[in-house]
């Protein structure tokens, strides 16, 4: 650390000087002349504005030369400033990122229906992509909806635009009647990634819904996150998206931060082909997204989440009637500032290491009552616990805290081993069960 701070030093200082030794040769240059123009003619008139012209084109080719060497200065200073922070973290042996020659191609799959506003979504999409050769996008439309099938037209080549060529209604239990939108998504979804991995054959794909905005570091975050995945079988996602991330309840300072979840968040969220190849088979008919936190397709693995998202969702409307959105989803806080997540050490979060430091973290913080957390004014910052011992202990609290309360098949919202991190008055809280914690309760749901 102390020589890479003696380097970032020795740049400002040379920075610094190269400046100085600028001012002072352009400054003592003599102004060079047309030959009918006597410089020592005090009374020339074309004296000051050649000098000055000539001063500022020289200037202006210095500059050019020292705004490169600043960049590279600042650039030195970002990336050393993030190590820092990660000194905290126990830093096993670093997975190295992919060259550009190795980094494979992963499309981003958007599902779009009747929604013209997937414009939203894809402007951010192109804007904030690396490279159009390694992040294809592909929009995969249902419903036949004309105007938003204009809209993705008028992106010509920047996207791919392809049409579920089945529209017809589908035949459902009575007591489904009112789900049929679910039944037609869970199609869809079958069709759209039947597509990306049979047809097209591609390794692995980002899902995107036509609802959702990404943020600046979205695609440097998968990037990074992606060897991972293709290296540990305990995990069998990597998602963009915090259940619990509301603006208040996350630190946007450490945006860096990454944990392992239990549940299945979507929303944003990177498989491999071969998880498709588990998974098409015996692919739901309708309620895809809880199908995915049942046990059986779950088998044990964990997703990978970060403490601020990377997407929010801005459609209301849509087959849910906005459950959820005035309550929790429309108060998500996007990421805004870019992490360099490929430079960073994130072999933290294969399983055992991340056991091994996480469950330290979360047990040996000091146990507290909900009370004494709600009455806390916000001037203490360490990490505290809130122990839970059943279904509805954990219900009443999350509630009271304002985190996500419901389960699926016992699972909390971001939660890993049952315990559920997030930030409440400013410092960091655990709601964990019991340390002799054995497995979730399917029947907590």
């Not at 939108?181 to 819904?209: D, K, M, N, P």
């Not at 998602?239 to 619990?244: E, Q, R, T, V, Y």
Request: aromatic share 12%; hydrophobic share 40%.
């Amino acid at each position: 650390m102390l020589k890479k701070t003696s380097l970032a030093l020795w740049g400002a200082a040379l920075f610094l000087a190269w400046n100085g030794l600028l001012l002072l040769f352009l400054w003592s240059r003599p102004a060079v002349l047309p030959n009918s123009q006597n410089p020592q003619n005090p009374d020339n008139p074309h004296l000051l504005p050649a000098q000055l012209l000539r001063l500022a084109q020289d200037a202006e080719s210095e500059l050019r030369l020292q705004r490169e060497l600043l960049l590279q200065i600042q650039k030195f200073s970002q990336l050393h400033q993030f190590h820092h922070q990660h000194q905290k973290t126990p830093k096993p042996p670093q997975i190295a990122a992919p060259s550009e020659a190795e980094f494979p191609v992963i499309p981003v799959l958007v599902l779009a229906c009747d929604r013209s506003s997937v414009r939203r979504c894809l402007d951010k999409l192109l804007r904030y992509r690396p490279s159009a050769r390694r992040f294809p996008v592909i929009v995969s439309q249902d419903c036949g909806h004309a105007e938003t099938a204009r809209v993705i037209a008028s992106y010509g080549q920047s996207v791919s635009h392809i049409r579920q060529p089945d529209l017809s209604d589908i035949p459902v239990p009575p007591e489904h009647r009112k789900f049929q939108g679910y039944y037609r998504i869970s199609r869809h979804y079958r069709w759209a990634l039947g597509q990306v991995f049979r047809t097209f054959r591609y390794r692995a794909a980002i899902v995107v819904e036509d609802d959702l905005e990404v943020a600046p570091d979205f695609f440097e975050y998968f990037q990074a996150v992606f060897p991972l995945l293709q290296r540990d079988p305990s995990l069998w996602c990597i998602s963009a998206w915090n259940d619990n991330g509301k603006e208040a309840m996350v630190d946007p300072g450490r945006a860096e931060l990454l944990y392992r979840t239990d549940f299945f968040p979507g929303l944003g969220w990177l498989l491999l082909a071969e998880l498709w190849d588990e998974l098409e088979p015996k692919w739901p008919a309708a309620f895809w997204d809880d199908w995915m936190r049942q046990p059986e397709q779950r088998r044990g693995r964990s997703c990978v989440r970060p403490e601020v998202s990377r997407t929010m969702t801005f459609g209301r409307k849509g087959v849910s009637h906005g459950q959820f959105f005035d309550q929790y989803l429309k108060f998500i806080k996007l990421n805004d500032r870019f992490v360099p997540f490929t430079q960073l050490d994130l072999s933290y979060l294969k399983k055992e290491e991340y056991e091994k430091f996480f469950l330290q973290q979360v047990y040996s913080a000091p146990e507290i009552q909900l009370e004494e957390l709600q009455k806390d004014p916000g001037r203490d910052s360490g990490a505290v616990r809130l122990q839970y011992r059943g279904r509805d202990s954990f219900k009443a609290m999350a509630k009271a805290l304002g985190l996500m309360d419901d389960l699926k098949s016992g699972v909390p919202r971001a939660g890993y081993r049952g315990i559920v991190s997030f930030v409440c008055r400013g410092r960091r809280v655990f709601l964990a069960p019991p340390s002799d914690w054995t497995g979730y309760d399917p029947s907590w749901s």
